[in-house]
């Protein structure tokens, strides 16, 4: 079944760690984005790619990093995790049209002590 | 700066209600307005979308939604509520133009529905 496939679905992680949650499409779709999911707050852009080889910040990129070396795979690195970050995180796709629509995974549930 | 406040972060009705969920904008060029639910323990699934052509928008599961522009709201409604519309509702704004998948998401409103 096409879609987006997020790993790992959960984790518990000790603060200062480095943690990196994996996100591949086969969609083909041009565009790439991670949002973090907290109660109350909705959810907020990170970080996105509108093709492969450009990344771009969203409204709460400090502390994450992404890469985007080819179209399917836009990894989020947490370069040293703070308990700040605890969140459901959510991969999503678009194509790269005006009236596109997200297509988003099941989500990343991390939890950091 | 574009932003969407969705007003009442819980919202009960009865099964066979109306559902009524409020949403309104704010942006200084003409916004692209979407609607998504979310299920427990999913990702966030699209239900409608406005894009500047009618100003009432039909999407899945019977949901639609009217723009207007005077009231900067985009209102999802749904004449006859089914358990099965038990969820969290995010209403968000796009610029319109570019990549579109920088939408700024409304707080949420969770929807209970009573039998």
């Known amino acids: 079944i096409a879609g987006i496939t997020q790993a790992p679905t959960s984790q518990i992680l000790a603060a200062g760690r480095r943690m990196t949650l994996r996100c591949t499409q086969d969609m083909r779709h041009n565009a790439m984005y991670w949002y973090r999911q907290d109660l109350g707050l909705g959810l907020r852009l990170i970080h996105y790619s509108n093709t492969a080889g450009t990344t771009g910040k969203g409204e709460v990129p400090d502390g994450y990093s992404v890469s985007r070396a080819n179209t399917d795979d836009f990894p989020l690195t947490l370069a040293s995790a703070v308990p700040s970050q605890t969140s459901v995180y959510f991969c999503?796709?678009?194509?790269?049209?005006?009236?596109?629509?997200?297509?988003f995974g099941e989500g990343s549930r991390l939890t950091v002590l | 700066a574009q932003s969407v406040t969705q007003l009442g972060s819980h919202v009960s009705v009865s099964e066979g209600a109306l559902v009524l969920l409020r949403c309104n904008y704010s942006?200084?060029?003409?916004?692209?307005l979407f609607w998504y639910v979310q299920y427990p323990n999913q990702g966030l699934q699209l239900l409608l979308k406005?894009?500047?052509?009618?100003?009432l928008v039909k999407g899945i599961n019977g949901f639609e939604a009217e723009f207007k522009k005077s009231e900067t709201s985009f209102h999802l409604t749904k004449p006859s509520a089914h358990m099965s519309d038990a969820a969290e509702y995010f209403c968000a704004v796009s610029h319109g133009s570019g990549n579109t998948g920088k939408l700024i998401f409304g707080q949420g409103t969770t929807l209970q529905v009573k039998p």
């Open positions: 942006s200084s060029v003409p916004p692209y």
């Open positions: 406005y894009t500047s052509a009618a100003t």
């Open positions: 999503a796709s678009s194509r790269q049209s005006v009236t596109g629509e997200l297509f």
